[in-house]
């Protein structure tokens, strides 16, 4: 029977949980500084190599050729005989060298051994060089490598037969002192690298924390602020590298003070709005408790009723505020909405409070679908308000329409209410969709809410609300009006004749 593998430690949530390791701007600076200068060194060793030993060459090679050029003008011939006759200073000359050994050689135009050392080779070449003309090459004598140098003489200078009689006279040496002298330039140069290194070390490190020192002195700077301090960072005496951050820090700040500025005014407003109706449940249940006659007490607890009522509508609108101002498309992606259907959804809703009202409420809507993108809720709530100041201003008997279109030039879908109430005045439309603000001689209960939660909406989704007197109204007492609310449409619509 198998057994069922063991719990999983309680941390395990917390290790798959457990944020990256954070990256040090310090280190990864030190990195990529650090990094190519390692590796270059090695490279920078072998090319001083390459240099030292190339220099070491020169001034031996140019010696090699004195010495093979004096060596080669002594030779002669002499009745078809070739001599080289050195003086004994010549010899001394070519073998007055303490480290090294030194070889020479004088051979006839044949091959045969006029002078000097038979083990040291002859070149190997498919062309031989003009003569007189001082050759060098690497070569091996007695399993020790030499330096050879070379030169083919004609002996027979005042004359040119058409093949003329060369010797080849060479002269070579061993390669201690040129290795020494390569090695000296070597640790000559490595030597202060070895030193040089560690001080470059030290001020890349040096440079990299005072070059970083601003960001250092900023951070200090904004972790010894207050918390309920957002004013702006001072952006004056920073490296222009950080203005753009620090920019960026202000920016967000600002947005950060204004949303605080934004809920306090919210809270303020909503404690000011919520007195009245609390005042007067306060006031109405204070009523009851003092009366004894059962008619009165049954008019305290309706009047207690409606001020509930009332407290509880501007409770849900301030709510329905607070999410449009803070709706976000990223906490809440748009979606595809068809309009029609959705309007006709909403109007469905309020059609038994219109016929409690007496107030006709209809509905119009095109013969194909208008697609927008957009919370579906919110957009809910945007048609919702519309329709109840429509039905607040309206008198009963009254008419409010409720009308969708689409205007396939400018690809806009329309949303229109329109009712047959008072109006609005050309000088207040700009007004009414602040906060709690309420027309003048009013006597409509409300809270003063719902148009700012349709400015803030309309906001969200990019739309445009425009406010017009009724153009269906002709009683000049009563103008009506007329509440527009502009989306981009989704896509073309498909023009599809509504069935019948």
Same mark, same amino acid.
């Given at each position: 029977?198998?057994?069922? *593998?063991?719990?999983?430690?309680?941390?395990?949530?917390?290790?798959?949980?457990?944020?990256?390791?954070?990256?040090?701007?310090?280190?990864?600076?030190?990195?990529?500084?650090?990094?190519?200068?390692?590796?270059?060194?090695?490279?920078?060793?072998?090319?001083?190599?390459?240099?030292?030993?190339?220099?070491?060459?020169?001034?031996?090679?140019?010696?090699?050729?004195?010495?093979?050029?004096?060596?080669?003008?002594?030779?002669?011939?002499?009745?078809?005989?070739? !001599?080289?006759?050195?003086?004994? %200073?010549?010899?001394?000359?070519?073998?007055?060298?303490?480290?090294?050994?030194?070889?020479?050689?004088?051979?006839?135009?044949?091959?045969?051994?006029?002078?000097?050392?038979?083990?040291?080779?002859?070149?190997? =070449?498919?062309?031989?060089?003009?003569?007189?003309?001082?050759?060098?090459?690497?070569? %091996? &004598?007695?399993?020790?490598?030499?330096?050879?140098?070379?030169?083919?003489?004609?002996?027979?200078?005042?004359?040119?037969?058409?093949?003329?009689?060369?010797?080849?006279?060479?002269?070579?040496? !061993?390669?201690?002192?040129?290795?020494?002298?390569?090695?000296?330039?070597?640790?000559?140069?490595?030597?202060?690298?070895?030193? $040089?290194?560690?001080?470059? @070390?030290?001020? $890349?490190?040096?440079?990299?924390?005072? +070059?970083?020192? *601003? @960001?250092?002195?900023?951070?200090?700077?904004?972790?010894?602020?207050?918390?309920?301090?957002?004013?702006? $960072?001072? %952006?004056?005496?920073?490296?222009?590298?950080?203005?753009?951050?620090?920019?960026?820090?202000?920016?967000?700040?600002?947005?950060?003070?204004?949303?605080?500025?934004?809920?306090?005014?919210?809270?303020?407003?909503?404690?000011?709005?919520?007195? /009245?109706?609390?005042?007067?449940?306060?006031?109405?249940?204070?009523?009851?408790?003092?009366?004894? %006659?059962?008619?009165?007490?049954?008019?305290?607890?309706?009047?207690?009723?409606?001020?509930?009522?009332?407290?509880?509508?501007?409770?849900?609108?301030?709510?329905?505020?607070?999410?449009?101002?803070?709706?976000?498309?990223?906490?809440?992606?748009?979606?595809? #909405?068809?309009?029609?259907?959705?309007?006709?959804?909403?109007?469905?809703?309020?059609?038994?409070?219109?016929?409690?009202?007496?107030?006709?409420?209809?509905?119009?809507?095109?013969?194909?679908? @208008?697609?927008?993108? +957009?919370?579906? !809720?919110?957009?809910?709530?945007?048609?919702?308000?519309?329709?109840?100041?429509?039905?607040?201003? !309206?008198?009963?008997?009254?008419?409010?329409?409720?009308?969708?279109?689409?205007?396939?030039?400018?690809?806009?879908? #329309? &949303?229109?209410? =329109?009712? /047959?109430?008072?109006?609005?005045?050309?000088?207040?439309?700009?007004?009414?969709?602040?906060?709690?603000?309420?027309? @003048? +001689?009013?006597?409509?209960?409300?809270?003063?809410?719902?148009?700012?939660?349709?400015?803030?909406?309309?906001?969200?989704?990019?739309?445009?609300?425009? #406010?017009?007197?009724?153009?269906?109204?002709?009683?000049?007492?009563? *103008?009506?009006?007329?509440?527009?609310?502009?989306?981009?449409?989704?896509?073309? *619509?498909?023009?599809?004749?509504?069935?019948?």
């Amino acid at each position: 029977m198998e057994r069922a *593998p063991p719990p999983a430690p309680a941390t395990a949530g917390f290790d798959e949980a457990e944020e990256p390791i954070q990256r040090s701007l310090f280190g990864e600076i030190l990195d990529w500084m650090l990094v190519p200068l390692l590796l270059l060194w090695p490279v920078s060793i072998a090319i001083t190599y390459l240099v030292a030993k190339n220099l070491a060459n020169q001034p031996f090679d140019r010696a090699l050729d004195d010495r093979v050029t004096v060596l080669a003008q002594q030779v002669k011939e002499i009745d078809g005989r070739l !001599t080289a006759p050195l003086p004994v %200073s010549a010899r001394d000359m070519l073998r007055a060298d303490d480290v090294d050994n030194v070889y020479f050689q004088v051979r006839g135009p044949d091959g045969a051994l006029v002078d000097g050392d038979r083990d040291l080779p002859a070149p190997v =070449e498919e062309e031989r060089p003009p003569p007189w003309s001082v050759q060098l090459r690497y070569d %091996s &004598m007695r399993n020790t490598d030499v330096r050879v140098a070379y030169v083919y003489v004609n002996l027979q200078r005042h004359t040119a037969p058409a093949e003329p009689r060369l010797a080849l006279v060479q002269v070579g040496e !061993t390669l201690e002192k040129r290795v020494d002298l390569a090695n000296q330039i070597i640790k000559g140069v490595i030597l202060p690298e070895f030193i $040089i290194l560690p001080i470059a @070390l030290a001020l $890349i490190w040096f440079a990299l924390s005072r +070059g970083l020192k *601003p @960001l250092v002195e900023l951070q200090q700077h904004i972790r010894a602020r207050r918390t309920d301090d957002l004013s702006p $960072i001072d %952006s004056s005496h920073v490296p222009e590298e950080i203005a753009p951050l620090v920019g960026s820090l202000n920016y967000m700040l600002e947005r950060v003070s204004q949303s605080i500025r934004m809920q306090k005014r919210f809270i303020a407003d909503a404690a000011h709005q919520m007195k /009245t109706p609390l005042a007067g449940m306060r006031t109405q249940s204070e009523l009851a408790l003092r009366q004894t %006659s059962a008619e009165e007490i049954h008019r305290s607890l309706e009047q207690l009723a409606k001020s509930s009522e009332s407290a509880t509508r501007l409770v849900n609108q301030l709510l329905a505020l607070a999410r449009a101002e803070n709706q976000s498309p990223q906490a809440s992606p748009f979606l595809p #909405i068809e309009l029609s259907e959705l309007a006709r959804s909403v109007v469905q809703d309020w059609v038994q409070l219109s016929f409690t009202r007496r107030i006709d409420l209809g509905f119009e809507q095109p013969g194909y679908p @208008l697609m927008v993108e +957009g919370n579906p !809720t919110m957009l809910r709530e945007l048609l919702g308000n519309l329709i109840d100041n429509a039905l607040r201003y !309206t008198p009963a008997g009254g008419a409010v329409t409720v009308r969708v279109r689409g205007d396939h030039e400018r690809r806009l879908a #329309i &949303m229109e209410v =329109e009712d /047959t109430g008072p109006g609005i005045a050309p000088s207040e439309r700009g007004q009414v969709f602040e906060r709690f603000y309420r027309i @003048l +001689g009013s006597h409509t209960q409300g809270s003063g809410l719902g148009l700012a939660i349709v400015r803030e909406i309309a906001l969200q989704h990019g739309a445009e609300v425009e #406010i017009y007197n009724n153009p269906h109204s002709n009683d000049r007492a009563w *103008p009506g009006s007329l509440f527009r609310v502009s989306l981009q449409m989704r896509e073309r *619509p498909a023009l599809i004749e509504e069935s019948a």
